[in-house]
């Protein structure tokens, strides 16, 4: 079985500072693990995502992320946040069992960015 | 390059009716899923194909809903009959590799009355 948690429903950061949104997941099996973002009244953009090879994956954005084993976690972090990433952020995991590999997201982060 | 394509993009339709959805993935891609989004969740895995065939449909309510991708190219989800409790925004998604990650279409929203 897997699952992903998302630690917090709600994060409000100023322009210009950092971001973090923080991500646990449980996985039987070693995971692949993406980060996806949803505009307002948008599609869902993949930002990145990490498949055993590196385990700090750079995105579209400025966005990054650490792959940590032994913390289960996979926090995805921005520099300087910018008004325009004002958005609900979703970690996911996933992994290849059988040929499939169904996403399951956690239940999201909003991201509020305050001028 | 094309992106996931769905169609309606909304429906409102009474309890009790039936209703279609349409999809056609990013050409080559062999995975197609269908996501249910309920308002201020995130999206549940519906049912998952590889080109023409079912891997995963362990969520799909099975009672009323179906999916079908007959010549591994687009897919149809069909709810019939509709409940309140459906109303959402389905999601259509397409992978070229198992494992790689999902690019996602616009959605339809649906609302039951």
């Known amino acids: 079985a897997q699952s992903v948690t998302q630690l917090d429903s709600h994060v409000s950061v100023s322009e210009g500072t950092p971001v973090l949104l923080r991500c646990n997941y449980s996985?039987?099996?070693?995971?692949?693990l993406f980060w996806y973002v949803q505009h307002p009244n948008k599609g869902l953009q993949l930002l990145l995502k990490y498949t055993s090879a590196a385990t700090l994956v750079k995105g579209i954005n400025g966005f990054e992320a650490e792959f940590k084993k032994s913390e289960t976690s996979f926090h995805l972090t921005k520099p300087s946040a910018h008004m325009s990433d004002a958005a609900e952020y979703f970690c996911v995991v996933s992994y290849s069992g059988g040929g499939a590999d169904g996403l399951t997201f956690g239940k999201g982060t909003h991201l509020i960015i305050q001028p | 390059e094309a992106g996931v394509a769905q169609s309606p993009r909304y429906k409102i339709i009474e309890k009790r009716q039936s209703v279609a959805f349409w999809c056609n993935p990013i050409?080559?891609?062999?995975?197609l899923y269908w996501y249910q989004q309920i308002l201020g969740q995130g999206p549940k895995l519906l049912i998952q194909f590889q080109n023409n065939g079912v891997v995963d449909d362990s969520q799909l309510p099975k009672d009323r809903f179906s999916a079908e991708r007959l010549k591994g190219v687009d897919s149809t989800l069909k709810i019939q009959p509709a409940k309140l409790e459906d109303s959402a925004v389905y999601l259509c998604a397409s992978s070229l590799t198992v494992g790689g990650g999902a690019f996602f279409g616009p959605g339809t929203r649906l609302t039951v009355l």
């Open positions: 050409s080559g891609h062999a995975t």
């Open positions: 996985s039987s099996y070693s995971p692949s």
